[in-house]
Each structure stands twice: as structure tokens, then as C-alpha cells.
């Protein structure tokens, strides 16, 4: 079993762009959150069919700054996205019996996707964002002996 040449690289190469991205963000939407916190340091298994395939995925939760509702981070998160070649969807309202929540959902072409995720009930946002899984290594291949035979 041997590696796909360049995967690692491409992997690395978008889990950086992400990493970039989601700090960017961070830093406009929710200022002062501790980005020690952002942890993105290693791809994990995304699928575990052979060939493995592997992302990089990271969950980080920051603070509305006061006085900033959740319409006008999902808004402004749009804005900060739009122009850097992402495909966005939303921000789309969610209600649930007095709750609002607003999730922006943003997608690249080469399929690394952020959400954000913010309400009017509390202060967070919640940030996902995730690589496309990539197969890094090739799949052994196995050869069934012909009857009779063992292996």
C-alpha cells in the first residue's frame, strides 16, 4: 500500500485555506475569541471504505460581541464570504416556538464548506468548517486463490 502522490499536499494545502478562512471570519464576527481554541492541526479518517479518505474539520464556538443581533452576524458573515469565491446559501432562518436561529451555509469549488451559526437566544456562534475527503493512500488490492487452493 502505497501513498497517491500529491494527496497529502492537496490536503494540507486546503486545510491551511480553511484554517485561514475560518480565522478571518472569527477574528470580523466574534473579536477577542481565543484562537488557541481553533484546533486544525491534523486531517482525521472522514471515510473509512478503502481507500481511506480523510478531511480536515474543525468545530469553534466564539461570542457575539453586545449589542450585535444574530441577523447582522449571519448577514455580515455572507459579506465577508461572497467575494472570496464562496458559494453561499443563506443566511436561512430556523424557528423553533420563540427561538430564531441563522445559518449561513458556504461552499468552495474544490468542496470545502464553513457554517455559521448564531441565535437570538444566547450570545454564540458556532463555526464548522470541513475539507473535502481526499483517499491519501492507494487501497490494497487482494486476489481471491482459485478453489482448491489456499492462501
Known amino acids: ?21 475560518l480565522v478571518e471570519l472569527i477574528d470580523d ?17 472522514a471515510d473509512w471504505h478503502e481507500p481511506l479518505r480523510y478531511s ?3 468545530v469553534f464556538r466564539g461570542e457575539r460581541p453586545e449589542g450585535v443581533g444574530a441577523a447582522d452576524v449571519a448577514s455580515r458573515a455572507a459579506g465577508l464570504l461572497s467575494p472570496a469565491d464562496w458559494d453561499i ?26 457554517e455559521v451559526r448564531t441565535g437570538d437566544s444566547n450570545s454564540a456562534v458556532l463555526y464548522s ?8 493512500v492507494r487501497p490494497i488490492m487482494t486476489v481471491r486463490p ?6
Open 56 to 58: 480536515y474539520s474543525s
Open 129 to 136: 468548517g470541513q475539507t473535502p475527503a481526499l483517499g491519501a
Open 89 to 114: 446559501a443563506g443566511p436561512q432562518e430556523e424557528i423553533d416556538g420563540t427561538k430564531r436561529t441563522y445559518v449561513l451555509t458556504a461552499r468552495r469549488p474544490d468542496g470545502t464548506r464553513i
Open 29 to 45: 464576527l466574534t473579536p477577542g475569541a481565543d484562537l488557541g481554541l481553533l484546533f486544525l492541526d491534523e486531517p482525521n479518517v
Open 146 to 151: 482459485p478453489d482448491g487452493l489456499t492462501a
Open 1 to 21: 500500500m502505497g501513498e497517491i502522490p500529491g494527496a497529502r499536499e492537496k490536503l494540507d494545502r486546503l486545510g491551511r485555506a480553511l484554517r485561514a478562512q
